[in-house]
């Protein structure tokens, strides 16, 4: 492996874990910033009890901050939802414009209200498993998203959720 | 009146009788197990679609009050449903979820249903065909012919759902338990096929009734950013409420705005056929099943009571069979900006009723849970609950208001008077 490709890897990897620290921390802005003009997000699973692919949310770079914007006028939970990721490969291209990652992740919530608040509060609960499939485009030192499937193994949501995986 | 006392707080309603509910109805195990007895094994729930099960073998599994069922597919195409155990020792025959009987299965041969545990094998209409070593074991005492799997009534009714009822000897059929609740959206899910788009789960505490209750009742539209900002118009609260026999309700239709709400995309052009472009109805089944249609989707709400303070709901999802591969990624899209997981409205009703739960668990302080609303049986009008409530206290015989108390009749219907107009009380809209 070159240095340069190497080098690019790195990169790569440190976009996912900020993208994992922004979407932690609710920075839904910096996440966007992280993702190109044409980037599209998906969350999808496949259905033992349907025996199914299915998708649970499609969003393009342009509907993701309506997305966001609204969501002080919804109703949700105050538990945060947390993810604990391990990227297992990152792949780059010949040309070294594009790469691709596969990342391994986790959520847990904080659990704050949502249920018995005196009961619960201070509790974590583990809330999905699964991985994320990432593309990139890089120029130079700039590596931003061009898709992200958070493939999904969970089909219990319980009360579900606004906020993205 | 400032903050009450605990005699204030625990005295009877200035309301008439059937307009509030004791909770002990949503938290008692007595009155749970009797609900499964006298409810949920004499009503026909639909517990899944025709598309689940898309070719001969295969099949699917379910629950009606703590009783497995299978559900398969035979060679003849025909659907039937069974109890999901084994005759022999009473072991589940079939653990997954869905899946098919074409292929082998380690101690079964293809197109059977087989109980591993000692390998008596089934066919698709329930008849035991093989059991090892039946002379050797039984001589001349008992055959397989004897040994055939309990059948349950099923029939596949109103777009391809497949309805199951564990009374033998219910007096219905679906068309007549239904009793006319279904004909507001049958010429819609009947115009053509449909295919399952969407599946989830959620596995709440709380009791199943308030899961029901949050669909039979609109007033909670005030929860819903998305609902408000897409309704409340004079056109919303011309919505009717209807009851029919057996404890159904459904609510009638308006144009909803979808085009007001941001992220929302219009669903006029992929109305399901027969709908006027936009438009909603909801259909509540009693105990505990629910239709919606919104414009382009369906969605199926089939609750599983698992005990007095815990439901699982599975959420289903349908378009229409012919989608394009285009149209159905909108349908799609459509059903999850709402109903999905993340979608906008399906989370908001679930904390409601999830917090509802935290109140009312069992022991808890019994209380009053107000259904009194009238407004002329429009949408605000909590007649839902109530009809619902009836027909619960007649058939449980117990009144729902002190389930202590032998069932007598509760004011139902209120008063006639126009619906109501506007959001003169409520800020919310341009919150």
Known sequence: MSAEEQHTKSLVRETIYAATVYLDDQRWNDWIDQCDEDFKYSVVTYSPEVRKDLSYLILSRKEMHPYFDLLPKHNSDHSPLR????IYTVDVSADGKTAEAVTSFIMTQEMIDGISAPLYAGENRLYLTGKYYDKFRINGESVKFTERVARVYTRRFDKGTHWVF | MPARNHKQWTAKPDLELGEWVDSRIYSDEEIFEEELEKLWKKSWIALCHESELPEPYDFRTAIIAREPIIIVRGPDNKIRAFLNVCPHRGMTIERRPSGSFAPAQPSGNPKHMTCLFHAWQFDMKGNCVDIPRQKEGYQDRLDKSSQGLRALRCEVKYGGFVWVCLDDHTEFNVETWTAGAMDCIKDSIDAEPLELIHYHKAIIDCNYKLWH??????YHDYMHYHNRITGFNDEYFQRECSAFDNGHVNVGTFTVNYEEY???????????PNLPPDNWYMVD???????????????MDLMTPLSANQVMIEFRGFGLKSDSAEDRAHRIQHHNSIWGPLGRNLHEDLIGVAGQGVTMTPKSEPRRILHGRHEGAYIHDEIGMRHFYETWGKKMDRLPSDPEQKYRPGKVVGPEMPPAKGLSTFAGKVA
């Open chain 1, 83 to 86: 993810r604990h990721a391990s």
């Open chain 2, 213 to 218: 209750d949050t669909n039979s009742e609109f």
């Open chain 2, 262 to 272: 941001d992220v929302a995309e219009d669903r006029g052009t992929l109305s399901f």
């Open chain 2, 285 to 299: 089944m009693f105990p505990g099943l629910n239709f919606n249609l919104r414009g382009s989707v369906v969605r």
